[in-house]
């Protein structure tokens, strides 16, 4: 039974365009990824020229003339990739290239060279190109019909699963270190860099701050609770808004103090992945005749890459109404800010609007039952 | 593929990741590599290591001194190790950064070709785990072949 309803789980066909809108922002992410090395192989280095270290002797290594060609090769398939031409060989050779260079020896290694590792070999199994890509566009062109951007979710629960873990266990292992949990660490980190704390333009007693021990022993479990809560929160409906808002302030703050890499693009471009995975499932109504209202449905229609909406036309003289997934209608003000609260760009800025008294009233008012119309259609797919 | 064969291929590959993952995040516990442990951060552990080249003759010169046209900072570029005199944080863990100086001592002494009078290289490490009183450690590199 149990086993039943986990392979029901793993083959309920969902819908692919997050991991479609994380492929076209995947591809950017894996060219600044690549940006030193191949820095380095235009000055005329290459990994072999300094120390490295194999993990194994079988490894192949490339003649030099090779892997530079093999990272040019990586830029074309990571481009391909992000444009969506070719999406699936594309795909899956930039995984490949990009797997095989991080493994050519152990001092490649870095977590957010994994995490892009992990990323990308669940992009190349799914099937993520049938929208927001080139090749849909091919397809289009030719007067073929579309394909099923659907497909079943398993490589997108694995990647939720992956996305989980990159913060459980960065925040078990801090929780179970006392040095960590008690604030040496940071402590210790920013005291030793107080030399360059003192050059950012901080008041005197913020570096006073920033430099203490008892603060620390404060900050310091903040942050392991920060990534425990980010790495549960996401998966209960109900915590994920707030685990996402809290994600992006999270990887900010960790780009703003500390070199990361790649880790803070990509990480908050894989929080894409937690979005309920079925499309126009909301509705948004503007009245045609409101110049204000045909502006802002133009700017939903623009910005909405998650296909959040279907956009139609409302009575002349009514306010911009959002009918939501759940049913719940929402008019005026409340319904701008929940538009708002679901597309990527914006959703960071306008997801605490929704906290606000009167768009909380207006919400419950606007549910079914409450003197709202149920929805026209049910939930697809939706977890 | 019959229908049968995707579901348990599907049941498959989601178990196993899941397991694999779960199994490198509890390696990263040990391990002085910790790939796939997603542990970043995690010390605020300081190290500096006296590096010299123990000649055949005996002699112990330190690698901060060019040899056979070769310098230390150019053959280790990578992982917080090009100036290892300067006491450094150990940004991926002690463990993690003496692995990498131990396989480092080895690299050199094995792609130092011109170096004939080498026997091997030595690293004397002064490592301050977090806020633990210092540890002294030494790691040497395998013997060369070409020394002397």
């Not at chain 1, 986990?6 to 690549?34: C, I, K, N, T, Y």
């Not at chain 1, 990534?227 to 994600?247: C, H, K, M, Q, T």
């Not at chain 1, 700017?299 to 959040?308: S, T």
């Not at chain 2, 010169?61 to 917080?80: C, K, S």
Request: hydrophobic residues 50%; charged residues 20%; positive net charge.
């Amino acid at each position: 039974m149990m086993v039943a309803r986990f392979d029901e789980l793993l083959a309920r066909p969902v819908s692919m365009r997050a991991l479609a809108l994380l492929r076209v922002l995947a591809g950017p992410v894996v060219l600044l990824h690549l940006e030193p090395f191949l820095s380095d192989a235009l000055d005329g280095e290459t990994y072999r020229d300094s120390f490295y270290e194999p993990y194994a002797s079988w490894y192949p290594e490339p003649p030099e003339a090779v892997y530079i060609g093999l990272l040019c090769l990586a830029v074309i398939a990571a481009t391909a990739m992000s444009l969506g031409l070719l999406t699936r060989a594309a795909t899956a050779t930039t995984f490949a290239l990009v797997a095989y260079n991080v493994f050519l020896s152990t001092t490649h290694y870095q977590s957010n060279r994994a995490y892009l590792i992990i990323v990308l070999a669940v992009l190349a199994l799914a099937p993520c190109g049938r929208e927001l890509s080139l090749d849909a566009w091919i397809r289009r062109r030719r007067g073929r019909p579309a394909l099923d951007p659907s497909a079943p979710g398993w490589p997108l629960w694995l990647l939720r699963f992956e996305c989980a873990a990159v913060y459980g266990a960065s925040g078990l292992s801090k929780l179970v270190d006392p040095d960590w949990f008690g604030g040496f660490v940071t402590w210790k980190r920013v005291a030793d860099a107080r030399d360059d704390l003192e050059a950012w333009p901080l008041p005197d007693w913020a570096i006073s701050a920033l430099t203490d021990a008892d603060f620390h022993a404060v900050a310091a479990k903040f942050v392991v609770f920060t990534e425990l809560f980010i790495a549960l929160g996401l998966w209960w409906r109900g915590s994920r808004y707030a685990a996402v808002w809290v994600a992006v302030i999270f990887h900010l703050s960790i780009e703003a103090s500390a070199s990361v890499q790649v880790f803070s693009v990509l990480a908050i471009a894989v929080l894409l992945i937690w979005t309920v995975p079925s499309t126009r499932d909301r509705v948004l109504r503007i009245d045609p005749a409101s110049a204000r209202q045909r502006r802002f449905g133009a700017a939903v229609g623009a910005l909405d890459w998650l296909a959040r909406f279907r956009v139609e036309p409302a009575a002349p003289g009514a306010p911009i109404e959002v009918d939501d997934r759940d049913g719940t209608v929402l008019r005026g003000a409340p319904a701008v800010a929940l538009a708002l609260s679901r597309l990527p760009l914006t959703a960071w800025f306008a997801l605490p609007a929704l906290l606000l008294p009167f768009v909380r009233s207006a919400r419950r008012a606007g549910r079914p039952g409450i003197g709202a119309p149920a929805p026209a259609s049910g939930r697809v797919g939706g977890r | 593929m019959t229908p049968r064969a995707r579901t348990v291929a599907r049941r498959v590959v989601v178990v196993g990741v899941v397991a694999v993952q779960l199994a490198f995040i509890a390696r990263g516990y040990w391990a002085d590599h910790k790939q796939f442990a997603f542990q970043p951060f995690p010390e605020a552990s300081t190290w500096r290591a006296e590096i010299v080249r123990v000649t055949t003759d005996g002699r112990r010169i330190p690698i901060d001194r060019p040899w056979a046209g070769y310098r230390w900072e150019e053959l280790v570029t990578d992982r917080g190790l090009r100036y290892p005199g300067i006491r450094h944080h150990a940004d991926t863990g002690l463990d993690n950064q003496l692995a990498f100086l131990d396989s480092a001592l080895d690299w050199v002494a094995e792609n130092t070709q011109r170096d004939r009078e080498t026997r091997y290289l030595e690293a004397r490490v002064t490592a301050w785990h977090n806020d633990d009183p210092p540890r002294e450690r030494t790691f040497r590199s395998a013997e060369r072949e070409g020394g002397g």
